[in-house]
């Protein structure tokens, strides 16, 4: 059973964080510098369980170009089971629901591009790097 909810406590950040951690830092080897930044406090965080067991995360925050998607992970033995799609489906409901008319954007890393196209992304303007990963900018059309 998958479980996603918004973070309102201290423990659930934290499992959160773990997860950003194995996925970004360690699987991804992007800098813990780059990986914490100062939209922590600001950004609107949640977390994916699969029976109970902490295993994806995002967040999402409001910028000056819209609202920007941002820290999907998930845990490497937790995917391909619909937990990304899960995690991305509550995170936009809440998105729509605060900000109906703002446009929604993300940073999708290249082997991500197909799995947000999906979800009714499209990638705009010429690939970039961050952290050493190729990214497309990529903005929701649904």
Request: glycine share 4%; with cysteine; aromatic share 12%.
């Given at each position: 059973m998958i479980t996603i909810t918004k973070i309102t406590d201290?423990?659930?950040l934290e499992a959160a964080y773990a997860v950003?951690?194995?996925v970004f830092v360690e699987e991804q080897q992007v800098p813990r510098e780059e990986e914490y930044d100062e939209f922590e406090e600001i950004a609107q965080h949640?977390?994916?369980r699969y029976n109970t067991i902490p295993c994806g995360a995002a967040r999402w925050r409001k910028t000056n170009?819209?609202?920007k998607l941002e820290r999907f992970a998930v845990l490497?033995?937790?995917r391909n089971k619909a937990i990304g799609s899960r995690i991305l489906e509550q995170v936009l409901q809440d998105v729509k629901a605060a900000y109906p008319n703002e446009v929604?954007?993300?940073h999708a890393q290249v082997p991500a591009?197909?799995?947000y196209g999906r979800q009714g992304f499209v990638a705009e303007g010429p690939m970039f790097s961050e952290c050493?990963?190729?990214h497309y900018k990529m903005i929701l059309h649904a």
């Amino acid at each position: 059973m998958i479980t996603i909810t918004k973070i309102t406590d201290k423990s659930d950040l934290e499992a959160a964080y773990a997860v950003r951690e194995k996925v970004f830092v360690e699987e991804q080897q992007v800098p813990r510098e780059e990986e914490y930044d100062e939209f922590e406090e600001i950004a609107q965080h949640y977390l994916a369980r699969y029976n109970t067991i902490p295993c994806g995360a995002a967040r999402w925050r409001k910028t000056n170009k819209g609202i920007k998607l941002e820290r999907f992970a998930v845990l490497a033995d937790y995917r391909n089971k619909a937990i990304g799609s899960r995690i991305l489906e509550q995170v936009l409901q809440d998105v729509k629901a605060a900000y109906p008319n703002e446009v929604v954007y993300l940073h999708a890393q290249v082997p991500a591009v197909p799995f947000y196209g999906r979800q009714g992304f499209v990638a705009e303007g010429p690939m970039f790097s961050e952290c050493d990963i190729d990214h497309y900018k990529m903005i929701l059309h649904a």
